[in-house]
C-alpha cells in the first residue's frame, strides 16, 4: 500500500509524536508499504528524514502550559499540497493527532484515501477532558475510516459520546536502534548517584518537582547529582531556583542528540519522570526501560499504561512531592536497582515496534 503519516509538528524538534511516527514509517517500510510523511514547513534543513514532505508554516502558541504548533497552508503551498496529494493517490492517509490545526484538516479536505487517525494526547483540564474533546473527537470520526487510541485512558477522552471502535495500539520502541545508537562504555568517571530528568521545561513536566526533590536529597547524599535535558518556556524558573539555593551538583544540557539521550539514559542510576498530568502514555519510560535504568516519578493516567506492579516503588501520585522523594530514595540501594533495571529490559520487550507495526498494519488492511 502507499501510505501517508501526516505529523502536525515541527519535524526537527524532539518530539513523543514524532519519533512514533519516524519508527511506524521505518517498520511499515520493512512490511513493504511505500510511506512518505506530511508535515509542517518549518526548519526543513536540519531534518534528516529523506521521505518527509514540507507543507504549510507554522507558529508555536502557549496555551494551557504547554506549547501548541498551529500550521497551515496559504496560497502556492496550499496548491502544492493539493498537487502533492493527487500525484501521490495515496491509498491512506494516517494522521497523528489529527485536531492540531490546520494542516491535517488540510491534508484530510484535498485527500481521497481511506483515512485512519491516532489520537496521541491527554487534556491538561478535566473540563477539556470531560467535554471538549470527546464532543471534538466524535465530529471528527465521521470522517475517518478507522481510528486508534495509544492507550486505554487517552482513549477514554475520546470515546465518551461515541459508539465508535477505537483500536488500542500502544506506542511501540525501536530496541534495535537503541541498541545499536546506545554507547555501549560507560564513559563517567565520577562517583557522583546521578539523577537524569529529560523533557520540555514547563510546569505539567514536572521539572520543578525534581529539583525540588533533588534539593532535598543533596543534603541527605551529597555526592548525588541531577542532570537536567530539555528547554522550554520554564528555563528562566529553573535557572533561577538553582541560583536562589545556591544548588550545586545540576547539570542543565538543553536539548541533546537521540545518541546522548540514551548515553544519559545508561549512565544514570535514576530517570525521573514527575509529569504531573497531560500524559497519553509513556514513551520515555520505554526508552529507560529499555537500557535498564530504573525510574521515579508520579503515576499520572497516562504513566499508569505503562507502569507495573514491580515497578510502582518508583512511583507517587501525582503532586505528592514527599512520596516522591521516597520513592526515590527507594531505588538508592544496588539491589533494588538491578532487580528494576532487569524487569524493565525484559517488560519493555512487548513494546518493540516490530509487533507494534503489525498491530497498525492490521488496521490498514481493515479498510
Known sequence: MKIALVCPY???????????????????TMIGHEVKIIAPNINTKS??????????????????????DVNIALKEEKK???????????????????????????VLRYSKAKQVATFHDTP???????????????????????????SKSQSTFISRFSKRKIHIIPNGIDLTEIDEITPKENTRNDEFF????????EPRKGVMHALQAFQKLKMKYPQMKLVIAGDGDGRKEVENYISTYHLKDVE?????????????LR?????LAPALYGESFGIVLLEAMAVGTPIAGYA????????????????????????????????????????????????????????????????????
Open 10 to 28: 515541527d519535524f526537527s524538534r524532539p518530539g513523543g509524536v514524532k519519533s512514533h511516527i519516524v519508527s511506524l514509517s521505518k517498520h511499515l
Open 47 to 68: 531534518v534528516e528524514e529523506k521521505n518527509v514532505h514540507f507543507f504549510a508554516s507554522s507558529r508555536s502558541l502557549n496555551i494551557g502550559g504547554t506549547k501548541i
Open 80 to 106: 502544492g499540497l493539493k498537487k502533492f496529494l493527487e500525484e501521490e493517490n495515496f491509498d491512506i492517509i494516517h494522521y497523528h493527532t489529527i485536531w492540531n490545526p490546520f494542516l491535517p484538516f488540510q
Open 124 to 150: 491538561k483540564s478535566a473540563f477539556v477532558g470531560k467535554w471538549i474533546m470527546p464532543t471534538v473527537a466524535k465530529g471528527i470520526f465521521r470522517f475517518l475510516d478507522q481510528v486508534i487510541s495509544v
Open 194 to 201: 546521578q539523577l537524569f530528568f529529560m523533557g520540555r521545561l
Open 252 to 264: 542543565m544540557l538543553g536539548f541533546v542528540s537521540e545518541q546522548e539521550k540514551f548515553r544519559l
Open 267 to 271: 549512565e544514570s542510576e535514576v530517570y
Open 300 to 367: 499520572n493516567s497516562g504513566y499508569k499504561n505503562v507502569i507495573t506492579r514491580e515497578m510502582s516503588i518508583g512511583f507517587a501520585e501525582p503532586g505528592d512531592i514527599q512520596k516522591f522523594i521516597s520513592c526515590i530514595e527507594n531505588l538508592i540501594p544496588s539491589t533494588e536497582r538491578k532487580k528494576l533495571a532487569q524487569h524493565g529490559i525484559e517488560e519493555v520487550k512487548k513494546y518493540d515496534w516490530s509487533e507494534v507495526s503489525q498491530k497498525v498494519n492490521e488496521v490498514y488492511e481493515r479498510v
